[in-house]
């Protein structure tokens, strides 16, 4: 009877773990936010190297990866598009991440 009443909780703990871990970037994160922008970068002169589009995991809305690329420097740039009756525009502000060596301990 006592495992029946464990499991809910263990699971809440885990739940709230998980959540508060996606809320906060990690300290071993592999990307750190840049205030740079896709035209900054590009007029910098890093070229785009790959495109991906999915939907984004949070809203379902259409998601583009942008990968720029110069020598051994890495960054990506995602935009959330919004399909609004037969356009297609942004959802929000194309945000930019550098690629960094994590933090290990």
Not at 56 to 73: F, I, W
């Given at each position: 009877?006592?495992?029946?009443?464990?499991?809910?909780?263990?699971?809440?703990?885990?739940?709230?773990?998980?959540l508060?871990?996606h809320?906060?970037?990690q300290?071993?994160?592999?990307?750190?936010?840049?205030?740079?922008?896709l035209?900054?970068l590009?007029?910098?002169g890093?070229g785009?190297v790959?495109?991906t589009s999915v939907a984004?995991?949070?809203?379902?809305?259409p998601?583009?990866?942008?990968?720029l690329?110069?020598?051994?420097?890495?960054y990506?740039?995602?935009?959330?598009?919004?399909?609004?009756?037969?356009?297609v525009?942004?959802?929000?502000?194309?945000?930019?991440?550098?690629?960094?060596k994590?933090y290990?301990?």
């Amino acid at each position: 009877m006592k495992s029946g009443r464990i499991l809910p909780i263990l699971f809440g703990c885990v739940a709230a773990v998980s959540l508060s871990a996606h809320a906060q970037p990690q300290s071993n994160a592999q990307w750190r936010a840049t205030e740079a922008t896709l035209f900054d970068l590009i007029q910098n002169g890093y070229g785009i190297v790959a495109v991906t589009s999915v939907a984004a995991r949070s809203s379902g809305l259409p998601e583009d990866t942008y990968v720029l690329q110069k020598t051994n420097s890495v960054y990506r740039c995602v935009e959330t598009r919004a399909a609004e009756t037969g356009t297609v525009r942004a959802t929000a502000p194309i945000r930019c991440a550098e690629l960094v060596k994590p933090y290990t301990d």
